[in-house]
């Protein structure tokens, strides 16, 4: 972690689609699914940033406010807001995309903290 580094040198964006196989009995992306892509864009971006191994150590409060839609694309993007000794807090943004629709809208925006290990 003595390496100064920019947090836009860390920054992480990640796509995904949501598939059958990931979705509810509604059509609609698991929760556990999503928290599991935000946790590994974030992982991403705090391991790019410390240039180390990191282990998940919080999650702050995650509220689905908009259901996620099978067919829809998933944008991930994780930015390292705050490093400390051997912490760092993340910001992870999700945005669903409808493409045949053309709609674009933030369902969540949640904060990680990792700690290189
Ligand atoms: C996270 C973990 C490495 C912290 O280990 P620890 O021995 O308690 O660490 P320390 O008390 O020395 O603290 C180390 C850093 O972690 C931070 N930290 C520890 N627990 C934390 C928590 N629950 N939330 C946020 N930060 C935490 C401390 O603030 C400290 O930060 P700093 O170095 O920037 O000042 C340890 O609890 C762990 O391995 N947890 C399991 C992680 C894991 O497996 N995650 C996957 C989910 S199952």
Redesign the pocket.
């Known amino acids: 972690m003595s390496v100064k580094k920019f947090a836009k040198e860390s920054a992480v964006i990640m796509t995904e689609m949501v598939l059958p196989n990931d979705t509810n009995t509604l059509n609609n992306l698991m929760g556990g699914k999503l928290m599991h892509w935000m946790d590994v864009v974030a992982a991403i971006a705090a391991q790019k940033h410390s240039n180390s191994i990191v282990?998940?150590?919080?999650a702050d409060n995650i509220s689905f406010q908009q259901p996620i839609a099978l067919g829809n694309v998933v944008t991930l993007k994780a930015q390292v807001t705050r490093a400390?000794?051997?912490?760092m807090e993340v910001i992870i943004e999700v945005i669903a995309e409808d493409i045949p629709a053309n709609k674009k809208i933030i369902t969540n925006r949640a904060f990680f903290?990792f700690?290189a290990?």
């Open positions: 282990v998940t150590a919080s400390f000794k051997s912490s903290t700690v290990v």
